[in-house]
């Protein structure tokens, strides 16, 4: 099925390609991921910065849903899957609980793709808004749920504000970096 | 790359994404179950990074250093600004005090002054604060054989801090200028008029007995007086200070409250005694009627 319009989501079904041209693809593929695996080895060292350890799950959160609607191939549900692995690895959040928290935000974004492409910025921001809302409360109940006690809501809280507002800057520079790769690969 | 049809592979595709919400949903449950195993596991992740991090909070270490050696380097050039114009001024008043000393001293020859023998010291220190019928006294290591005689006075590095009471073979009791039995002859430098400073145990001892035109100034110098004999005109004591209105006290130069090392001097027979004058006979011999009041000074009276 060569249909041109299918060429930015399907990247395999495309001509053979140099060794430099599939290298500098797979980077750029990569690229979100590896971004979020720095923020994570990141802010999981000892900085003394305040709120870091909230800070983390945010931008990782922001990111994985912006890639996830924008360019789906730049992170695919399996990098997903590691990077939220990783993020519990390193933390303290029970062992797959961020893997399949940020796994439930990476499908809202891929399911509803269309939709969230064709809306308006701050649309979108208000959908994210309400995904991440959803995502650290589902975290706050899982963790009370293993702990078998109710814990403190407002940090989950406080949470959820920093990745609502973590978003716009990260979609911004996403945003310019999504121009800056098109333009390169129409050249 | 296995050669398997488009339709297949997407189909493929839009599996991976509930297999894998399963699969870490099987992680959670194996991980609630092996806490021991998540454990071991998260730690060979740490072990892994920890390079990482070591880099990262060292950069982040060496920033906070550079940042802090560039923000003191900075108030090093005000500080060394500051200090190089106050070089300047004290230049300028080490140049004034050489050619007054000069002056001085070639008006002092040109008057045939006779110079003031210089007083003997000896350095001792602090080992006690208190003993004594005194409450503001201190012990100094340096007694009789040190040549300490009672009632030598003993200077702090910057000011007077009290007087010899009592010598033993090596230490002696110096009654300190705050205690409530000191009450020094005093004279305010400023309008050089006399008071007495009165102790009361605090830290800043009463100036009384001033003389109502000449009223302590705030921030006056108070030096000593030769007035009794007890002492040579002129040591610096400390400054004036008013608590209240009509209550002035003196706020000394030396720390009384910390002594470390005192200086004895000896001043010798600071009191002048006068020549008999013919024609005129004493009632008692001068030198005893000198004495009283300096050993009424020094609280045996």
Request: hydrophobic share 50%; glycine share 8%.
């Amino acid at each position: 099925m060569p249909d041109p319009s299918m060429r930015a989501w399907e990247p395999e079904i495309q001509p053979r390609q140099t060794l430099s041209h599939r290298l500098e693809h797979g980077a750029r593929h990569l690229l979100p991921s590896l971004f979020c695996m720095l923020v994570i080895i990141l802010f999981s060292a000892p900085l003394p910065l305040p709120g870091i350890a909230e800070l983390m799950p945010a931008i990782v959160m922001a990111t994985v849903f912006f890639w996830s609607f924008w360019r789906p191939s730049g992170m695919p549900s399996l990098a997903v899957f590691f990077l939220g692995l990783f993020m519990d690895l390193v933390g303290f959040t029970p062992l797959g609980v961020s893997a399949f928290i940020l796994l439930l935000v990476h499908g809202v974004g891929l399911y509803a793709r269309f939709g969230l492409m064709r809306m308006h910025f701050l649309l979108a921001w208000g959908v994210f808004a309400l995904v991440a809302l959803g995502a650290c409360l589902l975290q706050w109940g899982l963790a009370c749920l293993f702990r078998l006690h109710m814990l403190d809501l407002p940090p989950t809280l406080f949470e959820a504000f920093l990745s609502i507002g973590a978003y716009p800057p990260l979609s911004a520079l996403f945003s310019w970096l999504l121009h800056r790769l098109d333009g390169k690969e129409q050249d | 790359m296995i050669p398997v049809s488009i339709q297949i592979r997407q189909a493929l595709g839009k599996l991976v994404l509930p297999l894998l919400l399963l699969l870490s949903i099987g992680i959670i449950i194996v991980g609630q179950a092996d806490r021991k195993l998540a454990d071991r596991v998260r730690m060979v992740v740490a072990d892994g990074l920890s390079p990482f991090w070591t880099l990262v909070s060292t950069t982040q270490e060496r920033t906070v250093a550079i940042a802090t050696n560039l923000r003191e380097a900075g108030r090093l050039a005000r500080e060394n600004a500051r200090l190089k114009t106050e070089n300047e001024n004290l230049r300028r008043w080490y140049d004034v005090a050489v050619s007054l000393t000069r002056e001085n001293d070639s008006l002092k020859t040109a008057l045939h002054w006779i110079p003031e023998p210089a007083p003997a010291f000896v350095t001792g220190r602090v080992v006690a604060d208190t003993g004594g019928i005194y409450a503001r006294a201190v012990l100094l290591v340096a007694g009789t054989e040190s040549g300490v005689e009672v009632g030598n006075i003993a200077l702090a590095s910057n000011g007077l801090a009290g007087r010899v009471t009592e010598t033993g073979a090596h230490s002696a009791r110096i009654l300190l200028i705050t205690d409530i039995a000191s009450r020094l002859p005093v004279m305010l430098e400023g309008s050089h008029a006399p008071a007495i400073m009165v102790g009361d145990n605090s830290p800043m001892p009463r100036l009384m007995y001033y003389a109502q035109d000449t009223r302590p100034v705030e921030g006056e110098r108070v030096v000593t007086s030769d007035q009794a004999g007890a002492f040579p005109a002129g040591l610096p004591i400390g400054t004036v200070h008013y608590v209240s209105e009509g209550r002035p006290v003196v706020a000394p130069f030396a720390q009384l409250d910390h002594l470390n090392l005192l200086r004895v001097f000896n001043f010798g027979h600071s009191q002048v005694e006068p020549p008999d004058a013919p024609g005129h006979v004493p009632l008692a011999p001068p030198h005893k009627a000198q004495d009283l009041p300096f050993k009424n000074l020094l609280g045996q009276g």
